[in-house]
C-alpha cells in the first residue's frame, strides 16, 4: 500500500494519556505538528512534560463533549478513559466522552475535510464466543451491564463514523486496540499490567480476580503506536475497521506468575471476586493488518514487561524519594 508522509498538523485527543502521549511523540518525532487535547481526566501533565518545549507541541485542555474549533489536517481520537476502574467511576461520562466526543470530533473533521481515527477497542467484541477475533466477528455485549458504558460509548462511535463515512463521504479510521501496556501506565491505572508490576515491585499481594483463568492478548505500546500510525497515513478508502494487538494471549495467572518471576518478587497470590461481565478470553486475529499494512507486532510478552517493570521500578523509587 501507497503511505503519505508530508509534514501535517495533527490533533490528538487524549493526547496526555498512557498511549496518546507515545503518539504525540511519534508525531513530533515524524515531523509533524501537534496539538495535544486532553482535560486530565486520567491523562496528565507528567506524561508530556517532554515535550511541552518542542515547538511544534501544543497543549490545549479541553474537554471533548464541547465542540472544538481547530485547525489541523488530521485527527487521532483517543480520548476517553480506558481502565474499567476509571470509566466505572462515572459511567455517563463516559458515555458522553463516547458518544458526544465522536459527534463533535466527526463534526470538526467534516468542516476541514481532515481525516480522522478512532481508537476504537477490543472491548466491542465483549465476551467473545468466537476466538480469535476476526474484524467481521459482531461481538455479544451486554448493554446494560457495569462495562456497558464503555463498550456501548465505543460500538456507537464506530456506528458514528461509518455513517458520517457514508452520509458525508469523511476519510475515517476506526482501529479495534487489543490490550496494551508499557511505560506511562499510571501506577494506580487499575489495568492488569500495572497493578501487577506495581504490587510485585511493592512487595505487596498480587490481586488476580476470579480464579485467573481469564486470558487476554497483550501488546506492547510501541507496536501499538506504530500500528495506529500506519493506519492513519495507509491510502485513502481503508476504513478499518482493523484490530491492532499482538496475538500472544496468556492467561491472568501465567501473567501474574511471569511478573514474579521478572521482577524477583516475594509477592503472593491473592483471589479476589471476578467483576460481572468481565470476558474470559481475548486474542485479536491480526490477519488483514498484516496482509494491508505488513503491520506486526516486535515486542513480545517478556520483553515488553522488562521495559515496563524498570520504567514503574524508577517511578516508585522517585515517588519513595520524594515522599
Ligand atoms: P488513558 O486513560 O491513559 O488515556 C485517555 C486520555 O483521554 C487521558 O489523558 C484522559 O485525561 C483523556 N480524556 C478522557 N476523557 C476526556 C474528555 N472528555 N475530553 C478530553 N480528554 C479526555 O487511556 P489509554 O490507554 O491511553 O487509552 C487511549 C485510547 O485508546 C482510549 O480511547 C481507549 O479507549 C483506547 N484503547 C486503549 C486500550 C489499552 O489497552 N490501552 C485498549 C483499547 C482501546
Ligand atoms: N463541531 C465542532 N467543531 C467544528 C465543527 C463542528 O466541534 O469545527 C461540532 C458541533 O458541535 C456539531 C458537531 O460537531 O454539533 C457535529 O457537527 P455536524 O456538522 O456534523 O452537525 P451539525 O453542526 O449540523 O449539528
Ligand atoms: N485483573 C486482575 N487483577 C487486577 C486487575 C485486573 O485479575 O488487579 C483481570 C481482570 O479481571 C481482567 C484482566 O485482568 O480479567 C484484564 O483486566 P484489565 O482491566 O487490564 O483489562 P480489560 O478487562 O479491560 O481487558
Known amino acids: 500500500?501507497?503511505?503519505?508522509?508530508?509534514?501535517?498538523?495533527?490533533?490528538?485527543?487524549?493526547?496526555?494519556?498512557?498511549?496518546?502521549?507515545?503518539?504525540?511523540?511519534?508525531?513530533?518525532?515524524?515531523?509533524?505538528?501537534?496539538?495535544?487535547?486532553?482535560?486530565?481526566?486520567?491523562?496528565?501533565?507528567?506524561?508530556?512534560?517532554?515535550?511541552?518545549?518542542?515547538?511544534?507541541?501544543?497543549?490545549?485542555?479541553?474537554?471533548?463533549?464541547?465542540?472544538?474549533?481547530?485547525?489541523?489536517?488530521?485527527?487521532?481520537?483517543?480520548?476517553?478513559?480506558?481502565?474499567?476502574?476509571?470509566?466505572?467511576?462515572?459511567?455517563?461520562?463516559?458515555?458522553?466522552?463516547?458518544?458526544?466526543?465522536?459527534?463533535?470530533?466527526?463534526?470538526?473533521?467534516?468542516?476541514l475535510r481532515a481525516r480522522i481515527l478512532q481508537a476504537s477497542t477490543s472491548e466491542v467484541y465483549g465476551d467473545p464466543d468466537v476466538h480469535p477475533q476476526p474484524e467481521g466477528y459482531w461481538g455479544r455485549v451486554n448493554p446494560i451491564g457495569i462495562r456497558s458504558c464503555y463498550d456501548e460509548g465505543k460500538r456507537c462511535a464506530e456506528t458514528l463514523f461509518f455513517d458520517y463515512h457514508r452520509?458525508?463521504?469523511?476519510?475515517?479510521?476506526?482501529?479495534?486496540?487489543?490490550?496494551?501496556?508499557?511505560?506511562?501506565?499510571?501506577?494506580?491505572?487499575?489495568?492488569?499490567?500495572?497493578n501487577f508490576i506495581v504490587q510485585a515491585l511493592r512487595g505487596d499481594p498480587i490481586t488476580i480476580y476470579g480464579e485467573g483463568t481469564q486470558t487476554r492478548s497483550f501488546c506492547y505500546v510501541d507496536d501499538l503506536v506504530a500500528g495506529l500510525n500506519r493506519f492513519m497515513d495507509a491510502e485513502p478508502g481503508f476504513t478499518g475497521p482493523l484490530n491492532i494487538g499482538n496475538p500472544g494471549e496468556f492467561t491472568i495467572r501465567e501473567l501474574a506468575e511471569r511478573v514474579i518471576r521478572l521482577t524477583g518478587s516475594g509477592s503472593k497470590l491473592v483471589f479476589e471476586p471476578l467483576p460481572s461481565d468481565d470476558p474470559m478470553q481475548r486474542q485479536p486475529d491480526i490477519s488483514l493488518i498484516r496482509d494491508k499494512l505488513g503491520w506486526q507486532p516486535n515486542v513480545q510478552l517478556e520483553e515488553g514487561l522488562k521495559k515496563t517493570i524498570a520504567y514503574f521500578d524508577q517511578l516508585l523509587t522517585e515517588t519513595a524519594r520524594n515522599a
Do not use: W
Not at 463521504?169 to 491505572?189: C, E, K, S
Open 1 to 111: 500500500m501507497r503511505v503519505y508522509n508530508a509534514e501535517r498538523r495533527v490533533l490528538v485527543t487524549g493526547g496526555a494519556g498512557f498511549l496518546g502521549s507515545h503518539l504525540c511523540e511519534r508525531l513530533l518525532n515524524a515531523g509533524h505538528q501537534v496539538l495535544c487535547v486532553d482535560n486530565f481526566f486520567t491523562g496528565s501533565k507528567r506524561n508530556i512534560e517532554h515535550l511541552l518545549d518542542h515547538r511544534h507541541f501544543e497543549l490545549m485542555r479541553h474537554d471533548v463533549t464541547f465542540p472544538l474549533y481547530v485547525e489541523v489536517d488530521q485527527i487521532y481520537n483517543l480520548a476517553c478513559p480506558a481502565s474499567p476502574v476509571h470509566y466505572q467511576h462515572d459511567p455517563v461520562q463516559t458515555t458522553k466522552t463516547s458518544v458526544h466526543g465522536a459527534i463533535n470530533m466527526l463534526g470538526l473533521a467534516k468542516r
Open 167 to 194: 452520509q458525508h463521504r469523511l476519510d475515517i479510521r476506526v482501529a479495534r486496540i487489543f490490550n496494551t501496556y508499557g511505560p506511562r501506565m499510571h501506577p494506580n491505572d487499575g489495568r492488569v499490567v500495572s
